[in-house]
């Protein structure tokens, strides 16, 4: 069966395709249009869809429209209701509810020789549900759901059995985590629904010293949901001007809103883990991309597993919802990798810099020449393999640099052109990880903090966080060879096996995907070496 995954209407517009029950490909819109999140998620926007990556998914195959089984919409207008019954403030949304009914129509338009009968609705939080449940490595596990809005609700607590999903229980709107985190996004004066991740990192410089204030309004309801109303955030701390400083007054409401939401979710968990009693959570909804918090529920539910979908946001019900499309006719096999957007043969890259006419290098091995580059600590634009679905750098689309230089975090917040308060990632084997690190392992893509051991916090300051810790990705070098050829020649050079991971991107932009993104990019940002698959290009040679 041959089934192409659609998410369009709130944000992060989103393709994906399942053969034959396997996952063959998978890419957000941003990466092609280069518009940050796609789309702004605007009832206005609804009727955009994310056609460039559907479109390379058919071709990646080698399909058309007309070859699909099924085409899935992660959304269903059945279940949706007005938003006045529902109690939110939308007068627009009447128009996505529209858009949402005409969707066949539109996808039948942007895709020629698609039957539009073919489209079928999934709810969006059974998209959600099945991109943890179905794409996860468990085909038993409990499953627990939050975002800020779908049809109706706000959150989805199950338990899939081979695979097989069943509902144990929901939020109704308005009550709704995402949308609580939201509305401090926009008071602290940043992007809602796209800077969510700021609230997480500034929330360590604070104390929640207005935790009790927000539990009258955020709190569990003893039944398995919780109550989540609007916060006067005004009555509580100033609002932040978008750009201007932030004071220790926003921190703290920061803090304490992160730890509102951590209350909430370990009593969600812990309440489905008494239902299903399963060794195994997984959580997908743009709330699992809060790595504070899953990894608390890793360290204090009954749980012993915990998997987090990588794309966990919108994105990631498109390949939810093709999975659970084909779930009903197949078997469906577990997601692979994040690896699954777009990439290039060492000819196609070499075709692009001989059009660039840069002058570069091909060594006996990029990882060596990486670790050397690191190990001087010059910054490294990291482009190699296919690029990674989801918000998070893993070794794909990365810029690396050397951990042990303090100054390296301001160094690369300055070449992103970011907060100052915003964390870098380190990147270590897994054989390595446990004795630098304590929290969940292994950890792929990048979804839990951990404890960075104290006598490694001086040897590797660029990537320990204010609170002492740190968002680590494990690679482990049977997926990943050539990343840990690279780190194992940086430590050798240095004594250190780490290596600091951010996203290849400056601020506002996505994250490079093509060859022609990592030029422009390492053309106005301070990178020193371009490596492109086995290609370096040194920044000393192009701007002699």
Known sequence: MRVLGINALFHDP???LVMDGRIVAAAEEERF?????????VPFSAWELPELSARWCLDRAGLTPSDLDAVAYSYDPELARPAEWLGLNDPWDHLRQEYARRAPEFLAEALPGLDPDKVRFVGHHVAHAASAGQAGPYPDSAVLVLDGRGECGSHLAGRYANRELTVLGSQSLPDSMGLFYEDLTQHL???RSSDEFKVMALASYGEPRFLDRLRDYVHLDGHGGFRARPVPWASLVPPRPAGGPWTQDH????????ACLEEVLLGLARWLHDRTGEDVLTLAGGVALNCVANTRLYRETPFRHVWVQPAAGDA??????ALHVAGQKEAVEAMPTAALGRG???DELRAWLERAAVPYEEPDDIAATVAAELAEDGIVAWFQGRSEYGPRALGHRSL???PGRARNLERLNAVKGREEFRPVAPMVLAERAAALFDGPLPSPYMLFVHDVAEEWRTRIPAVVHVDGTARIQTVDRRDEPLVARMIDGFERRTGLPVVVNTSLNTAGRPMVDDPR???ECFGSAPVDLLALGPFAIRRKEVFA
């Open 14 to 16: 989103a393709a994906a």
């Open 33 to 41: 249009s280069r518009r940050k999140h796609g789309k702004r998620p």
């Open 189 to 191: 004066g940043f992007l």
């Open 251 to 258: 921190a703290d409401i920061a803090a304490s809103a992160q």
């Open 316 to 321: 990631g019900t498109a390949l939810g919802a």
């Open 344 to 346: 290039w043969s060492d």
């Open 400 to 402: 690396l640099a050397h």
């Open 517 to 519: 993104d990592a030029l």
